[in-house]
């Protein structure tokens, strides 16, 4: 009787993931290991196989001849099971833990609030959610879905759009009173404008011009911020101008705690929000579909 041997799936995803991600130290990060163990788990797996996959001369990740010829094979093998499982769970009653990533905004105002009536609707799933504005990788964070806002990227992920809204142009009651309020684009170079502390698709600000064309101011303020809710607070308090989603702080201008300006100058622009995923052939776990229905009926501005 052939010997049962339940690591072979687990050591072949790590090697997959190691020649994938080019060494042995990130693919540790993606699965949570030292990179010693990672080594170790490679080195069994050669042992057993007889023959050398990797060389290690090299600082750069070089596989031999056989170490080709298995990786590609491993591959096939794990697309196989991922598919299977994937295929056994569509019909499946949703269940299990779902990693969500989102954006901070988003998250805290949009995400968190409905996740109870979320999961007690579907009380055999349960959920680890991390909020942060950084584009993460989710294959290598093992993320089942993960929220992003702004244009999206040409890559293998799908995604579904959970809502769009307009951009808008705020200050708040305390800091016009003080410096006044900006009547045209022009004006805003007499202000302090927020940024943001990592790089944005868009460098400066839209607005139209009045006359059919349209004009770009930079801001250029004293301060940066690292998400967009330290964004909205920070307007709040006073600290200058911020461009932001009306998704986000249209309970603050309902509130009169931001309001809006150079709405006739406003090109009208559009920031679309979509739930990100890993899908194949069509094929999705149960709870992955679960959340991503929930979101599209629940998000709204």
């Not at 993606?30 to 990672?38: E, K, Q």
Request: no cysteine.
């Amino acid at each position: 009787m052939a010997r049962l041997d339940v690591n072979r799936s687990g050591e072949m995803e790590v090697f997959v993931r190691a020649v994938e991600l080019g060494g042995f130290s990130t693919a540790a990060r993606a699965f949570r290991m030292t990179p010693s163990a990672v080594s170790k788990l490679v080195a069994r797996l050669e042992a057993r196989l007889g023959v050398r996959l990797i060389n290690r001369s090299t600082r750069k990740l070089q596989l031999t001849p056989e170490g080709t010829a298995f990786y590609e094979r491993a591959m096939r093998i794990l697309d196989d099971m991922n598919t299977a499982e994937r295929e056994a769970a569509v019909g499946a009653t949703p269940s299990g833990v779902l990693h969500i990533n989102s954006s901070v905004p988003f998250g805290l105002h949009r995400l968190l609030p409905i996740l109870p009536d979320f999961l007690q609707r579907y009380p055999g799933i349960s959920v680890d959610v991390t909020l942060t504005d950084i584009v993460i990788d989710l294959l290598e964070e093992r993320a089942d879905v993960a929220i992003r806002v702004g244009p999206m990227r040409e890559s293998r992920l799908l995604a579904r759009k959970l809502v769009e809204t307009r951009m808008v142009v705020v200050a708040a009651p305390g800091y016009l009173a003080a410096r006044g309020t900006p009547q045209t684009p022009a004006d805003l170079a007499d202000h302090t404008l927020l940024g943001f502390s990592f790089s944005r698709q868009a460098a400066g600000w839209p607005f139209a011009d009045g006359n059919g064309g349209a004009i770009t101011v930079a801001p250029t303020g004293n301060a940066l911020v690292s998400d967009g809710e330290a964004m909205r607070h920070f307007t709040i308090a006073g600290a200058g101008i911020s461009r932001m989603s009306r998704l986000h702080i249209n309970p603050d201008i309902e509130a009169g705690r931001l309001v809006p300006v150079l709405e006739n100058y406003n090109p009208g622009d559009l920031e679309a929000t979509h739930a990100v995923f890993v899908g194949h052939g069509g094929q999705l776990p149960a709870r992955v579909r679960a959340l991503l229905d929930y979101l599209v009926e629940n998000v709204r501005l």
